[in-house]
């Protein structure tokens, strides 16, 4: 079993829509939850991160832990066209030295 | 200044060249990173290297060989690439060791023939 699942997509979308992004993960120790967008061509650029359980919020976007169901979301309001990139969500393991990613989703918002 | 510049953008080499992929960073990071990237897969960690010690090494093969000459440098040698090495190649850094926040540069699209 991976640390991490993400559902790798390809999603698509209409403008203005709300996007859910989701992932699970194994190992009930991990702490730090981060999202991470990536553009065609571009390195990896961090988003959001959570630490433990419970929600945060910037602009448009919200990031959700769920520890009892191990559960981690990202959710776009009024998603835009800008917001076609891929999607990886992240957790810290290993003494905190790696980054364990998901297999990223592929989102695709269209005008 | 939040920049991981990454030289060179592109590089094409074959099986028996010698080449170096370099990364720097200037935000007093301490911890810096090497991943490779496959297409439309994840980052993978090759290296981890903590006040320019070597503090993780992903049981990489030996033909890629990771330095850090300062805190604002690293570099990965490569010999006798495989084809299968082809690949983004991105550096990373973070404030300190553990820091769940990570900053990448654009990386390397190395093609190995």
């Known amino acids: 079993q991976k640390e991490v699942e993400q559902d790798p997509g390809p999603l698509s979308v209409p403008e203005g829509a709300i996007v859910s992004l989701n992932c699970t993960y194994s190992?009930?120790?991990?702490?730090?939850f981060m999202w991470y967008r990536q553009y065609s061509r571009k390195g990896p650029e961090l988003l959001m991160y959570?630490?433990?359980?419970g929600n945060k919020e910037d602009g448009r976007f919200t990031a959700q832990v769920d520890k009892s169901s191990k559960y981690i979301s990202l959710f776009i309001r009024d998603s835009q066209p800008s917001d076609s990139a891929t999607y990886l969500c992240?957790?810290?393991?290993?003494?905190?030295?790696?980054?364990?990613f998901g297999a990223g989703t592929r989102l695709a918002v269209h005008p | 200044d939040t920049e991981v510049t990454q030289t060179p953008k592109h590089l094409v080499m074959g099986m028996t060249n010698k080449k170096s992929l370099k990364c720097e960073q200037h935000?007093?990071?301490?911890?810096m990173y090497w991943y490779k990237q496959k297409a439309k897969k994840p980052p993978e960690l090759m290296f981890v290297?903590?006040?320019?010690?070597?503090?993780i090494n992903e049981s990489v093969p030996s033909r890629f060989s990771p330095e850090c000459p300062n805190s604002s440098l690293l570099n990965l040698h490569l010999h006798a690439l495989q084809p299968e090495d082809s690949a983004l190649y991105l550096c990373?850094?973070?404030?300190?060791?553990?820091?769940?926040?990570?900053?990448f540069g654009p990386g390397t699209r190395l093609t190995v023939t």
């Open positions: 990373a850094s973070s404030q300190g060791p553990g820091n769940y926040e990570q900053y």
């Open positions: 190992n009930s120790a991990f702490q730090y």
């Open positions: 959570t630490y433990s359980s």
């Open positions: 992240a957790t810290l393991s290993g003494g905190y030295n790696k980054l364990i």
């Open positions: 935000m007093g990071h301490r911890a």
């Open positions: 290297y903590s006040y320019e010690k070597l503090s």
